[in-house]
């Protein structure tokens, strides 16, 4: 891919945000049931979406009697963010965690996965003592930014990284199946 048409995929993927997200949250959501059937196809995996993103999570999965309350965050090849910013309510829910869609540029086509929570029983670690997030557009009379105060940036660093879907699988369901890795 050259200079021109990598410069204009990444404007469109600003632009065209939101269908981004949703291609996305498919192709995870499609890879991760077809990871859940290849350990075994008769295991019911529960999908839920939240219709309104007030409580900080995008999608619910229940496998067993496990449940996860996931928020999907993206990055891409041409860019690795610093930090996440994470609703500090949303850290306090048993299972709550956090996994970042990397993809590709070219396709969007998900290259590999991203995790930051604790057990599915447990909050998520404490987020509190991170650096509160600043709004990316407002800012004050005086010129400086807003501060989010229910936000907290939560540093990239933090979280397990490069995984593949059956180790991703792994963390947010730990012990619930065979998986096979192709």
Sequence with gaps: ??????????????ERSSHV???LRH????????????????EPLGISNAEVDDSGYDVILERNVTIRRIQLKQTHDEKVPKKFSVRVEFATYPGSCIVVISHSVLDLR?????FYGSSPYDPMPYIEAHRTTKAPSRRT?????VLRLKYRDVPFSRFKRNLSMG???????????AHVHV
């Excluded at 050259?2 to 995929?9: A, G, I, N, W, Y």
């Excluded at 192709?27 to 008769?42: G, H, M, T």
């Excluded at 998900?110 to 991203?114: D, L």
């Excluded at 009379?141 to 930014?145: I, L």
């Design 1 to 14: 891919m050259d200079e021109l048409e990598k410069s204009s995929r990444l404007e469109a993927l600003a």
């Design 21 to 23: 997200e949703n291609v």
């Design 27 to 42: 192709a995870f959501l499609a890879e991760l049931a077809s990871e859940v059937w290849r350990d075994d196809p008769n």
């Design 110 to 114: 998900p290259t590999s996965y991203s």
């Design 141 to 145: 009379a005086d010129g400086k930014r």
């Design 167 to 177: 180790q991703l699988l792994d963390e947010l369901f730990p012990g619930s199946g």
